[in-house]
């Protein structure tokens, strides 16, 4: 089928994508923006895996102070450092809008780790403990417990892992798909390197 | 020697100390007032010391972000968090005035530690290694290697702990000194209880 001019450079400026994957997402979309972008964007996903192994030495350090009230100073501060491949990137809006997305999203949902890879094994092992000694109080069946368990340290991981928490403005989707799609758009590797969180209100 | 009401209130405001407090520092200087805001200060660091070990559960969290040309994002950033015994004190100007001041510290002179009860041992066991291996290097004489290593290990914690660093803004004095003069002002212990620092360029 024919697709508008108009809807390709729509879609363009959507996701950053070239003309030509532009027109030929468009037409396997049947002229539907919305639906051109998601395929893209699938697309796109996996381009920025193989871009994920690129060296990010440029990047942004981003903060975020938030206050209770008006006339109260800030009680909790973000401190986020989003790493990328070139200056040209570095100080692009859209990177610097992702550095704050992110600390937007660790100061509301206080991850304690950027990835999975960064709990500490002996994190994971208390974990465990917990939820088996919990499991057996609750008389569980002991064939399913290490179910119960495996599916509890899943649920911990989503919760406390940055990169898998739920992204705070589209529930439906992860920080990390948030990340992969600015790999995408913006054609270079992007890691987030690192993040502290500060919390008067923390013993 | 009779002292005028106008230096009294001059230095009450200066020091935060009480009027019968002023009077006298002002008679035993003289009448000179920056000699009796001395005065005060020497008392009022020998106050902050009792005050020191007071809990400290209010406060407030500051950020600082340094760009090193202005159509560059931020490289580096600093959280800061520092701690009061009170919310009364946590809104004063002077305190988040304090605060902002640290951040800017941190941000310059690079500390890597709070104080040096922070430092980890094998830390100090590595620089010291470091240090006698160049004074062996240089020839010096066996029985002043002992004291060349420890004079460089107390350069090092002065550089790299926070709270013994010279205050940017006046070289002569500490930040130790600095808080602790906060402290006699406010008439709360204050502590610095963390901070963070990032920094694109390190690798």
Redesign the interface.
């Known amino acids: 089928m024919a697709v508008s001019l108009d809807d390709v450079k729509k879609l363009r400026e959507m996701s950053g994508a070239g003309m030509m994957d532009c027109k030929s997402a468009l037409e396997e979309a049947g002229g539907d923006v919305d639906k051109a972008f998601t395929i893209l964007r699938e697309k796109g996903v996996a381009k920025a895996s193989k871009r994920a192994g690129r060296a990010t030495?440029?990047?942004?350090?981003?903060?975020?102070?938030h206050s209770t009230s008006p006339?109260?100073?800030?009680?909790?501060?973000?401190?986020v450092?989003v790493?990328c491949e070139t200056?040209f990137v570095?100080?692009s809006p859209d990177?610097?809008k992702l550095?704050r997305e992110l600390a937007l999203q660790i100061a509301g949902f206080e991850p304690r780790w950027v990835t999975r890879e960064d709990v500490p094994d002996e994190t994971l092992v208390q974990e465990r403990e917990v939820y088996e000694a919990k499991a057996r109080q609750d008389g569980k069946p002991e064939q399913i417990v290490p179910r119960i368990v495996e599916s509890q340290v899943e649920n911990f991981l989503k919760q406390s892992c940055l990169m898998e928490q739920a992204y705070f403005r589209e529930p439906g989707r992860t920080v990390q798909q948030i990340v992969a799609e600015h790999i995408s758009k913006l054609q270079e590797n992007i890691t987030v390197?690192?993040f502290?969180r500060?919390?008067?209100r923390e013993s």
Chains 1, 2 share one sequence.
């Open positions: 030495g440029q990047g942004v350090v981003d903060a975020y102070l006339d109260f100073p800030p009680q909790v501060g973000v401190l450092e790493n200056d570095a100080k990177f610097r550095a390197r690192r502290a500060f919390n008067i």
